[in-house]
Each structure stands twice: as C-alpha cells, then as structure tokens.
C-alpha cells in the first residue's frame, strides 16, 4: 500500500476544515515539522491498526458531524480536546 505524506500546511488546511484529529499508522508520514504543528493547533494524532478506524463506530459520523459545526459556527474558540469529550459523552448519552 502506498504511503501517504502530511507537512506542515497540510496540517494547517486539515486545522482550517475543523479536523481535530488524524489516524496516524504504518502508511502515514508525518513530517516532523507537520507533527509539531498539529500538537500546536491541538489536533489529536490516533495511533490506530489499519483496517481498524474510530470511522468504524456507529456514531462517528455524526460526532464529526456535530464537532465540524461547532467549530465552524464558533470558528475555532473552543478547545478541540475539551469539544472531543463533550460530543462523545453526549452522544454516548443518548444511547441510553
């Protein structure tokens, strides 16, 4: 499989899209300059499987979904880590 490379500016356009947080395996590089720049901008980097993705629960679709209209709406003045959480647990919640 081919691997795939992410610099610096790729970290900014993924930032600027509200992604907070980028799978990160075998076939994914990250330039040290683009690793630093996402722990900067507070995009969380997943050490994940492939083949195994947070995409795969039932209800990622729709936390990204809420997360990207919250930074969108809010244009990034909220922690992403602190937004991660609140989603997660809310949606979780419903569940219930």
Known sequence: MAKTF???RDID???ARGVTSLDVHDDIV????ARERA???GV???RVTPGRHAEDRPDA???HRV???VLARLNGQVDPAVLEAVVTKVVASLKK
């Open 44 to 46: 969380r980097l997943n």
């Open 39 to 41: 722990l900067k901008l």
């Open 30 to 33: 990250l330039t040290e300059l």
């Open 67 to 69: 997360k990207a209209a």
């Open 6 to 8: 992410y610099t610096e």
């Open 13 to 15: 356009d993924l930032h």
């Open 61 to 63: 679709e729709l936390i």
